[in-house]
């Protein structure tokens, strides 16, 4: 397996790892507010589930600073390893 291949697998290790933490909460958070959802005010689901969506953008774009500094990490490591 060459290093371009272990890399790739890696990478898609790190995203795939995060996007399930971040993404299962917030599917059970849904079907929770789902399951109660006759029991409260329009307003505060809205504003409940705009919470959310901004708690996923700020936990995404996290992530993308993550994987910009793993993409580096990963150029760098190649670089030497093609000057070895």
Request: aromatic share 4%; hydrophobic share 50%.
């Amino acid at each position: 397996m060459s290093i371009a291949w272990l890399g790739a697998i890696v990478v898609l290790l790190v995203l795939a790892i995060p996007l399930v933490a971040i993404m299962l909460p917030v599917f059970i958070i849904l079907a929770v507010g789902w399951a109660s959802r006759g029991s409260r005010t329009s307003r505060t689901v809205r504003e409940e589930e705009a919470k959310l969506v901004q708690e996923i953008h700020d936990g995404l774009e996290r992530m993308g600073e993550r994987v910009e500094s793993l993409e580096t990490i990963l150029a760098e490591q190649t670089k030497k390893g093609a000057h070895l």
